[in-house]
Antibody
Framework: QLQLQESGPGLVKPSETLSLTCTVS??????????WDWIRQPPGKGLEWIGS???????YYNPSLNSRVTISVDTSKNQFSLRLSSVTAADTAVYYC???????????????????WGKGTTVTVSS | QTVVTQEPSFSVSPGGTVTLTCGLS?????????PSWYQQTPGQAPRTLIY???TRSSGVPDRFSGSILGNKAALTITGAQADDDSDYYC??????????FGGGTKVTVL
């Protein structure tokens, strides 16, 4: 069964870069049938899609974060990563990684949703 | 920028039916937006309920159903149970690989 696990520093200073990694187990990140996503949730607020990466390194980003976000994939380690630069207190959130299906099978489109989620990791931006 | 809209809150009695909606600040939602729905309880990761408008994810009870109602996507809970007391989020596909979450609806079962 596929599992996702986020890891990274729980505390980041303002103006620095937030870096998180999602490790995929029980399946291959190199599958052509999936994108790999990052989503975040500030305390007491709703969910926000950050962006996604394909096994070949192609990416899509939330336009509101586009200038600060980089998502990359390391197929040799079965991991994908998030970097968010110039962070402020507004970037304090629980960060989730997730799998996004991207295939067609037997008359059904499996597109544009998240089907497997990590448990999330809390990142606080504070000096 | 287009905003995805959801009702802030709903209350439903045990055994009752509630319909949550997911709309756009400008325009109508259709199946081309591939609406999906997620349930989240406090301190937990979201759980996928519905994708591609009306397809239930594996293991999701059939009391959850998705549809297009008028110009919005909808999630209906029929025969609400106590453990349906949660936050519910919709996601719409906006094109060019971009997904957008709605603001979420808090459903209280009492």
């Amino acid at each position: 069964q596929l599992q996702l696990q986020e890891s990274g520093p729980g505390l980041v200073k303002p103006s620095e870069t937030l870096s998180l990694t999602c490790t995929v187990s029980g399946g291959s990140i190199s599958s052509s049938s999936y994108y790999w996503d990052w989503i975040r949730q500030p305390p007491g607020k709703g969910l926000e899609w950050i962006g996604s990466v394909y096994y070949d390194g192609s990416t899509y980003y939330n336009p509101s974060l586009n200038s600060r976000v980089t998502i990359s994939v390391d197929t040799s380690k079965n991991q994908f990563s998030l970097r968010l630069s110039s962070v402020t207190a507004a970037d304090t959130a629980v960060y989730y990684c997730a799998r996004q299906p991207n295939y067609y099978d037997s008359g059904t489109y499996y597109y544009y949703y998240m089907d497997v989620w990590g448990k999330g990791t809390t990142v606080t931006v504070s000096s | 920028q287009t905003v995805v809209t959801q009702e802030p809150s709903f209350s439903v009695s045990p055994g009752g039916t509630v319909t949550l909606t997911c709309g756009l600040s400008s325009g109508s939602v259709s199946t081309s937006y591939y609406p999906s729905w997620y349930q989240q309880t406090p301190g937990q990761a979201p759980r996928t309920l519905i994708y591609s408008t009306n397809t239930r994810s594996s293991g999701v009870p059939d009391r959850f159903s998705g549809s297009i109602l008028g110009n919005k996507a909808a999630l209906t809970i029929t025969g609400a149970q106590a453990d349906d007391d949660s936050d519910y989020y919709c996601v719409l596909y906006m094109g060019s690989g971009i997904l957008v979450f709605g603001g979420g609806t808090k459903v209280t079962v009492l």
